[in-house]
């Protein structure tokens, strides 16, 4: 799952080298935490958020196939106070 991820998002951006997908275990499934570079956060969350919602959706199916729960998350990195 983390490679399809990784796959689809990095084909959306237009920084693709920046695509990170981290797995972290959670009691009842997985999170999928999404980083990326700030400028393509809008392409990936899409027009009123449909982007992201069809990419949540095939990775839900695509865990229930396995028996399991997923839940997909963009983490967005906020600048440092020394950084702007």
């Known amino acids: 799952m983390q490679a399809f991820l990784e796959f689809v998002v990095s084909g ?3 920084h693709p080298e ?3 997908v981290t797995r972290v275990d959670q009691g009842g ?3 999928y935490e999404l ?3 700030p400028e393509d956060v809008g392409k990936v969350i899409g027009r009123s958020g449909m982007t992201i919602s ?3 959706t095939l ?3 695509g865990a229930e ?3 399991t729960r997923c839940a ?3 983490v967005e990195e906020r600048p440092r106070r020394g950084d702007r």
Do not use: D
């Open 65 to 67: 196939r396995k028996g």
């Open 54 to 56: 069809a990419i949540r």
């Open 12 to 14: 959306l951006v237009n």
């Open 72 to 74: 997909v998350e963009i």
């Open 59 to 61: 990775a839900q199916v």
């Open 35 to 37: 980083r990326m570079n």
């Open 29 to 31: 499934g997985t999170l």
């Open 18 to 20: 920046s695509v990170s």
